[in-house]
């Protein structure tokens, strides 16, 4: 049972980062997003990457990691370079990254002692 | 991938070009129909997709009666990043396609994106300029 000082909380500004990438980096991405802006509401599932390169012809299907980051609206521009160039994204076909809006949220602060490590 | 077209906003910021007039359509089908609605989405005029798997679970036992046990719980859920103006004319083809006006079919819904990035040949970034 919720205690009174423990209410969810209201709403805000947050956005969703996504990030599609190539497979394979999705734990170091997660890692690096902890220790450099102390993000730890992310997850990484797997997906499969289908693109074309004209309109008509699939040209390729990829293997492929999704990120999904809350983090708070101030944090994001900051957050979503450091995937950008970090993911790998900055290739052709290598995949995305996407920033849209959530306006309540929870999770996006970091346990007390996780706080130290964060450079 | 949304296109990079003439009158995209665009703005260059530390070496990444930044999409400001992208949405994000997300379809969830039963599984094997991912193929379908990515077909659909391409000849509409997407230029990708990202396909993943997931459990759906929901009110079709109840509602849908002896109907509910051909919908299958496992899911494929489809991202279709795509330009604004052309994101309405690709949800209604992959609506069409999915035949999701059927009960239990699957859901699409469209949301806008505050920015996208991902890799612009310099040609092209070079074509639209710089703005803030």
């Known amino acids: 049972m919720t205690e009174p000082n423990q209410l969810p909380p209201l709403r805000g500004e947050f956005r969703v980062i996504t990030c599609v990438m190539p497979a394979g980096r999705g734990a170091e991405l997660l890692e690096v997003l902890r220790r450099e802006q102390g993000v730890v509401s992310a997850s990484v599932h797997h997906a499969r990457g289908i693109g074309t390169h004209s309109l008509r012809h699939r040209v390729y299907s990829d293997e492929k990691q999704v990120l999904t980051a809350l983090v708070a609206a101030e944090q994001a521009d900051a957050v979503f370079e450091l995937l950008y160039h970090a993911a790998g994204v900055d290739v052709p076909h290598a995949g995305m990254v996407m920033m849209g809006y959530a306006f309540r949220g929870a999770g996006t602060e970091p346990l007390p002692e996780m706080a130290e490590d964060i450079q | ?132």
């Open chain 2, 1 to 132: 991938m949304p296109r990079v077209r003439k009158g995209s906003e665009m703005k260059q910021r530390d070496e990444i070009v930044v999409l400001t007039d992208a949405v994000l359509i997300t379809c969830i089908v039963q599984r094997g129909v991912a193929d379908t609605v990515v077909d659909a989405a391409t000849e509409a005029g997407a230029q990708g997709a990202t396909i993943f798997y997931a459990r759906g679970t929901g009110v079709r036992q109840k509602h849908l009666g002896v109907l509910g046990i051909t919908v299958n719980a496992e899911k494929e859920v489809i991202y279709i990043v795509a330009p604004s103006d052309h994101a309405d004319h690709i949800f209604e083809r992959v609506y069409v396609a999915a035949k999701l006006d059927t009960p239990g079919m699957g859901m699409i819904y469209m949301a806008a994106l505050e920015k996208m990035a991902t890799y612009v040949p310099p040609e092209v970034a070079a074509r639209f300029g710089q703005h803030d």
